[in-house]
């Protein structure tokens, strides 16, 4: 596996390293979008924490959001979703 995979395997494994993360990706999954309110009245936890969740999603390239002012509307980011799942899948032949 080449490096700049690695480095970036390593980017999607660290932003599912929280069940909620997990779970939050596992909703939008289903889902073709949602926004942060929706996230904070399925999850029993605050909504600060919602979005500290999304962020690190974000920044890892596995969800991204449309600003939608006063809100934002987070979706897979399907390219890197298939990404990540290939990367994973080569990982853990």
């Known amino acids: 596996m ?10 999607f494994a660290k932003a599912l390293g929280h069940p909620t993360r997990v779970e939050i990706l596992k909703h939008l999954s289903n889902s073709s979008c949602c926004f942060t309110g929706d996230l904070v009245d399925i999850f029993p936890v605050a909504q600060s ?3 500290q969740h999304l962020k690190e999603l974000k920044n890892a390239g596995l ?3 449309e600003v939608n002012p006063p809100k934002i509307k987070y979706c897979i980011n399907k390219e890197n979703w298939e ?3 290939l990367l994973f899948n080569e ?3």
Do not use: H, M, V, Y
């Open 49 to 51: 924490t919602i979005s």
């Open 2 to 11: 080449e490096t700049k995979n690695i480095e970036q395997l390593a980017r």
């Open 83 to 85: 990404k990540a799942r």
């Open 63 to 65: 969800i991204q959001g």
């Open 91 to 93: 990982f853990l032949k």
